[in-house]
């Protein structure tokens, strides 16, 4: 594909957009923009100013141009989901927001699919079930909004039930949420991290009341955790690192099984504070 200069203008229900065709080549060939060019990548000859009138959403047409633009995905919440997915069809984009989108999929027994579920398209760190018909996901918090980085979505619909609040110094804060771990009393224990915000919270499964908030110290800063776990005698388990991938405290509570990035297993002496006591 040449050098691709030229500005395109479209007038998408009444409102005018311009772009360039390097950005709308971004939408590769099968795409509806896919038509604006000819068989070399050049656009299709036109008249001086013309535009392409496109009798659809405005709203949802900007965000799908940012898509093509940045490669991120970022749908305003005055943009309803159903219609959004409709557009992005209809032109061609689907695979590009799914590839973009940060949502969950969940499938019932026999494999198929529900609803997919996003938490305000924010980067989701960790999913988890209070039950068969409800899912928690905890996701990072959205510059300059107040509202919870935890969201109890339907696991049926994908429809939000609710949001837990966090609330520090008599106010709610924003925050961003990570691992999250539930035990048998019906406690959910959340790493949050935010503006004075840094440590764990303990929050009431059904009723959404926080409980509890174990802050971070220096010699154990919860806030970098990437898992923790609940097991029996002992309310948290233990932190996991940066240097590892993934891991599961056994049973008996003594050790951890772990993943390091190059997929190497292997064990912590959970009993031990020496980095160490693993094998």
């Known amino acids: 594909m040449g050098m691709q200069t030229d500005k395109v203008r479209f007038n998408v229900g009444g409102k005018i957009f311009e772009t360039s065709a390097t950005t709308l080549s971004s939408a590769r060939r099968n795409s509806m923009f896919g038509a ?39 749908v305003p919440p005055r943009v309803p989901d159903k219609l959004f ?16 989108s940060r ?35 905890s996701a990072c918090e959205r510059s300059g909004r107040q509202d919870s980085g935890i969201g109890v979505f339907s696991s049926s619909s994908g429809n939000l039930k609710h949001t837990f609040q966090l609330n520090h110094e008599n106010q709610v804060k924003s925050f961003t949420v990570g691992a999250l771990s539930f035990n048998s009393d019906g406690k959910m224990f959340v790493v949050c991290r935010g503006t004075g915000i840094n440590g764990i919270g303990v929050w009431d499964q059904v009723t959404g009341e926080e409980t509890d908030f174990f802050h971070k110290t220096l010699r154990e800063p919860l806030c970098n955790a990437n898992k923790i776990q609940c097991f029996n005698g002992i309310k948290l388990g233990p932190r996991i690192n940066d240097n590892v991938q993934d891991g599961i405290a056994m049973e008996e509570g003594n050790s951890t099984c772990v993943v390091d990035p190059d997929e190497n297993l292997g064990f912590m002496d959970i009993r031990s504070t020496d980095a160490a006591a693993s094998r």
């Not at 013309?50 to 970022?74: A, K, M, W």
């Not at 209809?90 to 590839?99: C, I, K, M, S, T």
């Not at 997919?116 to 068969?132: A, E, H, L, M, R």
């Open 36 to 74: 604006t060019f000819d068989d070399e990548w050049n656009l299709q000859p036109r008249q001086v100013n013309e535009e392409y009138f496109i009798d659809r959403n405005p709203n949802c047409f900007s965000v799908l141009l940012d898509l093509l633009r940045t490669g991120e995905l970022c």
């Open 103 to 137: 949502i969950v999929r969940t499938y019932d027994w026999m494999l198929e699919e529900y609803p997919p579920i996003n938490f305000n398209y924010q980067k989701v760190n960790d999913v988890g079930w209070i039950d068969s018909d409800n899912i928690v996901i």
């Open 85 to 100: 997915y409709k557009e992005a069809l209809y032109y061609g984009l689907l695979d590009h927001v799914r590839a973009a």
